[in-house]
DNA sequence: GTCTATAGCCAGATAGAC
DNA sequence: GTCTATCTGGCTATAGAC
């Protein structure tokens, strides 16, 4: 690794800003309803600098959804050297980070099936390798924990997988914030809890 | 009731298939992505002449809500009457209800937070009057559900409820569809059965 | 690399003839 | 009520000066 010039540094802090606002913007309001003039506003630079830093609107969104797998990624390797935990409390546990981070406004919503933004994301090669990644880790845990009887044996890992992924981004939660009668600490065991045990609960 | 002329049936049988393709196009690319020209091109008339039925865009994909909240009600019905079934049964046959719903491509995803649709919505008496409705029932059923302990009692009913509501828009049928490793009926139970159950399922 | 200003395009909505 | 043709606004993206 060779060390960063200033001018790099500046560079990496001033996407980050970017990639911040982007997040929050497509956790608001999705992809298509997200424009690049309020990234920019957000931003606080003109929006011809945004085109400086990014191709296009779906690489800007693109960019946003690898450094959240990233920082996914990085809540896996934290759980995996847990000795502590068995994997289903670590599933349970990065359920939980998800769930905190949709309710604080930063979990980017799924992109719709015909947005453009998914052609651009399968087109990615830094998205989908470290897609790839997560879900294999993932596909582990959820295979050991069939194993141990902690989920259902009967379902394929892949319908695990992608429930755990579709309740990350569930419009649940934000339904339950907008009510107002319930705190965060609260929607987050229920929605985790209904997740795991479902509507029927434990008994 | 007045009978209808032979022109206002004309009239209702268009509309009807207007918002047929409206909900088809809300199934499969949500509003924000469907365009007016893409409704007018289905139905096979004019953009000029879905605007002499509909007000706007947001009216034109409303009213397709509505009809949808109409057939959630008429299926509602059905259940109250069948005296085999208990109210979990009942509330699962809606669920599948809707899950094959899905799977044919009819059922329209959730409006995103800041749509102009659900601006639309929210001043909708025939909608909103619709969702009390349909909610009320099935508010009375989970109720019902969780006195007989077929529904974890610890859930407030709305936690239940908009449970329910997310998971007639899951994203996680079409995932698997897409995959086309299973059958629409292996996707409908095994969501089924995460959602009642859990990922634990019945051990 | 940052800005202001603008090009180019697309989609919602309308005008006006029939 | 249906059509063709058009208006209008907003958004992505870029030109060009500094």
Known sequence: MSRLSFREQVLRVREDAILSA??????DKGFDLMTVDEVAAD???AKASLYKHFASKEALAAAAMVRMLQRLQAMLDQQSVRADASVT??????????????????????????????????SSKAYLNLLLQVSEKLGEWIVQAQAEGDIDPALPPEVVLYTLYARACDPVPAFLKA???FSDAQIVDWVLSTCMNGLRGRG
């Open 43 to 45: 931003v606080g630079i």
């Open 89 to 122: 409390e670590r599933l349970k546990a990065v359920v939980r980070w998800a769930l905190e981070l949709q309710l604080a406004g930063e979990m980017p919503t799924l992109p719709s099936q015909n947005s453009s933004l998914r052609a651009e994301l399968l």
């Open 22 to 27: 982007v997040n929050r913007l497509l956790a």
């Open 179 to 181: 009510g107002g009668n």
